[in-house]
């Protein structure tokens, strides 16, 4: 059974850092991409930034360059969300997914920036 579970959201005032990571299993973690999306409320999830399988490949959206980084541990079937300078927009609910035929998510994890 695929399973991906979020952790490390929270509470952080504009200007923080927060690290969120993403642990997978059920399938053979070093053969898919995983990406990062989020959804805040009233607005349609978007995608935030993604890893490929082997190569380290990153895509980052627009609102995410220069302030997130995303890495992945094969050691431990994790990928990682580093982000830094948060601000108020960065407010919502961020979800790891990856795509195996059909798509796969977590069940989500907060990160709320105060201004």
């Known amino acids: 059974e695929v399973q991906l579970v979020e952790s490390g959201g929270g509470l952080v005032q504009a200007g923080g850092s927060l690290r969120l990571s993403c642990a997978a299993s059920?399938?053979?973690?070093?053969?898919?991409?995983i990406g990062w999306f989020r959804q805040a409320p009233g607005k349609e999830r978007e995608g935030v930034s993604c890893?490929?399988?082997?190569?380290?490949?990153?895509w980052y959206a627009d609102s995410a360059k220069g302030r997130f980084t995303i890495s992945r541990d094969t050691a431990k079937n994790t990928v990682s969300l580093q982000m830094n300078s948060l601000n108020a927009e960065d407010t919502a609910v961020y979800y790891c997914?990856?795509?195996?035929?059909?798509?796969?998510w977590g069940q989500g994890t907060q990160v709320t920036v105060s201004s």
């Open positions: 997914n990856v795509k195996i035929r059909a798509d796969y």
């Open positions: 059920g399938f053979t973690f070093d053969d898919y991409a």
């Open positions: 890893i490929s399988r082997s190569d380290g490949f990153t």
